[in-house]
């Protein structure tokens, strides 16, 4: 099926060749390995929650992803790393990261990682349905039902007003809808800028944003493992981000969003060694739904090529 990219010139959702699907398999594969980076990560955060105030978290998280970016970057690109003739979408991809990254790590320290994340799986929906006003990559009317189809399996998780996850469910909701704008911004910028100037300008944009926040509450760590770990979130986040830029350099924002599911297994078994947590019957329930609406859509883009 051939869509219109948001350079508009001709891009396909399902690869023709075997060097494109080699391409698309590469992409999936960095895919998959950034989001078992970013479950460590909220499984760290949600550790550290416990320790520290949540600001603390996110101002490590980013000064310390500011540190991986200018550590990674070559000393002869140093001086330019700022240079964008993208500035505007750059900030506000930083932002975008900001807001999920923020209201994430809030959500964790109320709710299960399972849930979190179960939730979280509602952004595969979203970019679908955001790919074509920003990227010219319009869904038909069937995947807009598998569109709603997904919503409803997150309300089976939250279950508002009907005793379900607490009030604070609706930072992972705003989490999802910061990672969806992410994700298609990440898809914009990724086949002309570099990761580096990417890299730098969501770790710089988060550090500023709470520096001024974190100087009333900071708390010294007590132990040198506290301290690693403060440290380590950013070089995580920045790893894992690493490969998503990989990823959606070569492949699609549409076809590599579904492989979010892959969390479910991380978030889960992570929630489980770390914390003992058992994901509820409807969590489960919720998940199962968006997860077969995600699956969906990426079926149906077989059966449209092929007719």
């Given at each position: 099926m051939t869509m219109v990219s948001q350079g508009g010139s001709p891009s396909r959702l399902d690869a023709t060749t075997d060097a494109e699907r080699a391409q698309r398999l590469k992409a999936i594969g960095l895919m998959c390995i950034a989001l078992m980076c970013f479950s460590t990560l909220d499984t760290t955060a949600k550790y550290l929650t416990a320790s520290f105030p949540v600001i603390q978290i996110i101002f490590c998280r980013y000064l310390?992803?500011?540190?991986?970016?200018?550590?990674?970057?070559?000393?002869?690109?140093?001086?330019?790393?700022?240079?964008?003739?993208?500035?505007?979408?750059?900030?506000?991809?930083?932002?975008?990261?900001?807001?999920?990254?923020?209201?994430?790590?809030?959500?964790?320290?109320?709710?299960?990682?399972?849930?979190?994340?179960?939730?979280?799986?509602?952004?595969p929906l979203m970019v679908a349905l955001l790919s074509g006003p920003l990227l010219n990559e319009w869904v038909g009317p069937r995947r807009l039902v598998a569109i709603c189809v997904g919503f409803?399996?997150?309300?089976?998780?939250?279950?508002?007003?009907?005793?379900?996850?607490?009030?604070?469910?609706?930072?992972?909701?705003?989490?999802?809808?910061?990672?969806?704008g992410y994700a298609i911004t990440t898809r914009m910028l990724a086949p002309t800028e570099k990761s580096t100037t990417a890299q730098f300008y969501s770790a710089t944009i988060g550090t500023l944003a709470f520096l001024p926040l974190v100087i009333g509450v900071w708390q010294t760590p007590t132990s040198l493992f506290l301290a690693f770990l403060l440290l380590a979130t950013g070089f995580i986040g920045f790893t894992g981000h690493q490969f998503m830029i990989a990823a959606h350099r070569i492949a699609p924002a549409a076809i590599l969003s579904p492989f979010i599911y892959t969390q479910i297994f991380w978030m889960s078994l992570l929630g489980y060694l770390i914390f003992g947590d058992i994901p509820g019957i409807w969590t489960i329930a919720g998940a199962s739904v968006v997860i077969a609406s995600g699956l969906y859509l990426l079926w149906r883009e077989r059966v449209v090529k092929e007719a």
């Open positions: 310390s992803h500011v540190f991986a970016a200018i550590g990674t970057t070559p000393p002869k690109d140093l001086p330019h790393v700022w240079r964008t003739r993208r500035w505007v979408l750059q900030i506000l991809r930083g932002l975008f990261m900001l807001g999920a990254t923020s209201f994430n790590f809030i959500a964790v320290q109320y709710l299960q990682l399972a849930e979190t994340m179960s939730i979280f799986f509602a952004t409803t399996g997150v309300l089976l998780v939250v279950r508002p007003g009907l005793g379900g996850l607490p009030w604070q469910a609706i930072f992972s909701v705003l989490a999802m809808l910061s990672y969806s």
